[in-house]
């Protein structure tokens, strides 16, 4: 099982690293931080892509008991999510990372809202979260063996799981609308209709 975990200890740590970096590119208070940061979460999504999907197809692909083999039969968590990454997150982190570039000439120029706004879409952070996460119950099943899948581990496991995806979503949902609306330039004196007026 120590072998195992070779394989699938760094997949965690890259993973989990890039899920804390991209729930941190909302608060970047300047453009130039922001476009660092979404520089280093394209950075190691990238790297955690290219390892699960080395994994993947290596233990796919060998069908014996390698620790490549183990960590990719571990792993299927984790497929639907990395494929949101790949297919979502790496493409509105890229574009981010460009917008923050026409800011970030200037280092005390701030973050606009409108980029703090794209960078806490849910279709950012969720999906990278997610893969890390999924990850997790392999990790645990390679350091103990049998906990997971115990009689009456299973069940609780699955709530506890469908309960973190739930929370998360919501509060990057939740911190997604809070910076659209201070993006969302005040509506003119003028522009509003009258109450009770008629169309024409």
């Known amino acids: 099982m120590e072998s195992q975990l070779v394989v699938l200890l760094p997949l965690a740590v ?3 690293a890039a899920g804390w970096l991209a729930d941190r590119l909302p608060g ?3 453009a130039r931080d922001l476009r ?3 520089g280093r979460v394209l950075a190691l999504t990238a790297t955690g892509l290219v390892l699960t999907a080395t994994v ?4 796919l692909s060998g069908g014996g008991s390698s620790p490549a083999d183990r960590a990719a039969a ?3 968590l984790a497929v639907v999510p990395a494929i949101a990454v790949a297919a979502c997150a790496v493409r509105r982190v890229r574009r981010l990372w460009a917008g923050a570039g026409a800011f970030a000439a200037a280092p005390a120029t701030p973050a606009p809202h409108g980029l703090r706004a794209a960078a806490a879409h849910p279709l950012v952070g969720l999906p990278v979260q997610l893969t890390g996460l999924a990850i997790l119950p392999a990790l645990a099943a390679a350091l103990a063996p049998g906990v997971l899948t115990g009689d009456g581990a299973t069940g609780p496991a699955i709530t506890v799981g469908a309960l973190g995806v ?3 979503g919501v509060r990057h949902a939740l911190r997604h609308n809070r910076l ?3 993006a ?3 509506a003119r004196p003028g522009s509003a209709r009258p109450a009770g007026a008629l169309h024409v």
């Open 184 to 186: 969302t330039p005040p």
């Open 74 to 76: 571990g792993l299927g």
């Open 14 to 16: 890259v993973w989990l």
């Open 28 to 30: 970047a208070t300047y």
């Open 36 to 38: 660092r940061q979404a």
């Open 180 to 182: 659209v609306e201070r």
């Open 56 to 59: 993947l197809v290596v233990g």
């Open 166 to 168: 739930v929370v998360i």
